[in-house]
């Protein structure tokens, strides 16, 4: 499924456990769906990519009411979530997720204080599929932590570089003072 956005000429990456899983090397459990992130100003050619399957947007954000998304559609903030299949008779296989960029630089949805060059973002797993860098991945799942999401932590802390808990441990500081991981970090 991630070659659909092979021949995008766009950063992209595979995201959610998945990420978690190409990190760790190994599968921790079943997953419904692909979630891949792709930049903002990058959506256009995301929807190219994904020409003729049935998309649409989680509108309003969080809210599980999906909308058609139109062919050729820029998404603003505060939408950030595409729900994708093949067909209306298919299944929802794809999430596609929408975060900023200032220049160089990823930016969270959820703070712009959150931040890190696009380059750090990528990891690439043995067949050169490019993930997101665990750490990222990690401050989106310790927003409401779930059980899975605990396992995940819980299978990547000792895998974690200094800096890569630095990183974390700031950008939890920042938008969850007091978050559980954050001792664990340390």
């Not at 049935?54 to 939408?79: F, I, N, Q, T, Y």
């Not at 890190?116 to 050169?128: D, K, T, V």
Request: some cysteine; charged content about 30%; proline content about 6%.
């Amino acid at each position: 499924m991630a070659g659909l956005f092979k021949g995008g000429d766009f950063p992209w990456w595979i995201a959610g456990g998945r990420a978690i899983e190409l990190f760790i090397g190994h599968e921790l459990r079943m997953h419904g769906d692909l979630d891949v992130l792709v930049l903002r100003r990058d959506q256009a050619r995301a929807q190219e990519c994904l020409a003729g399957w049935d998309l649409h947007v989680a509108d309003p954000p969080g809210s599980r009411k999906l909308r058609r998304w139109g062919l050729g559609e820029a998404l603003e903030e505060p939408l950030h979530d595409i729900w994708c299949r093949r067909s209306p008779a298919e299944p929802w296989s794809v999430q596609l997720m929408l975060d900023d960029a200032v220049g160089g630089e990823w930016v969270s949805r959820r703070d712009l204080r959150v931040r890190m060059p696009i380059e750090r973002l990528s990891r690439f797993a043995e067949n050169g599929t490019p993930y997101l860098t665990p750490e990222v991945q990690l401050f989106y799942k310790a927003k409401n932590t779930r059980e899975k999401d605990e396992v995940d932590f819980e299978a990547v802390l000792p895998l974690l570089s200094r800096d890569q808990r630095a990183w974390l441990v700031g950008a939890l500081e920042i938008t969850q003072p007091g978050h559980p991981w954050g001792r664990r970090l340390h």
